[in-house]
Nanobody, 122 residues
Framework: VQLQASGGGLVQAGGSLKLSCAAS??????MGWFHQAPGKEREFVAA????????IYGDSAKGRFSISRDNAKNTVYLQMNSLKPEDTAVYYC??????????????????WGQGTLVTVSS
């Protein structure tokens, strides 16, 4: 599975961004988003199972971000609203091997995209 994240950019606090993660081939894996700010560890943001019927969120994302997927397009999305300066980070999409569910643990993901930078100005 190869993953390509896109959609990052510069946005003012309170604004919105929508990230996309395109997967190569037919990919029905659980997918997740993580972010990593400079000098900090990679942190879980959100994950969705292969059907799109089950989602989980990290504490910082709850109530503001929404993860979804379009399996016909092999793409997972992260809609980010009410962005804060502390959301500034490189955002990575990741995929688990087939047949397993959602997880908030980075070590449980087998495939990673290259990351897309989100910068939120105050």
């Amino acid at each position: 599975v190869q993953l390509q994240a896109s959609g990052g950019g510069l946005v003012q606090a309170g604004g919105s961004l929508k990230l996309s993660c395109a997967a190569s081939g037919r990919s029905l894996n659980t997918m997740g988003w993580f972010h990593q700010a400079p000098g900090k560890e990679r942190e879980f943001v959100a994950a969705v199972n292969w059907k799109g019927s089950s989602t989980i969120y990290g504490d910082s994302a709850k109530g503001r971000f929404s993860i979804s997927r379009d399996n016909a397009k092999n793409t997972v999305y992260l809609q980010m609203n009410s962005l804060k300066p502390e959301d500034t980070a490189v955002y990575y999409c990741a995929a688990r091997r087939l047949g397993v569910g959602t997880s908030s643990t980075a070590a449980n993901y087998d495939y990673w995209g290259q990351g897309t930078l989100v910068t939120v100005s105050s």
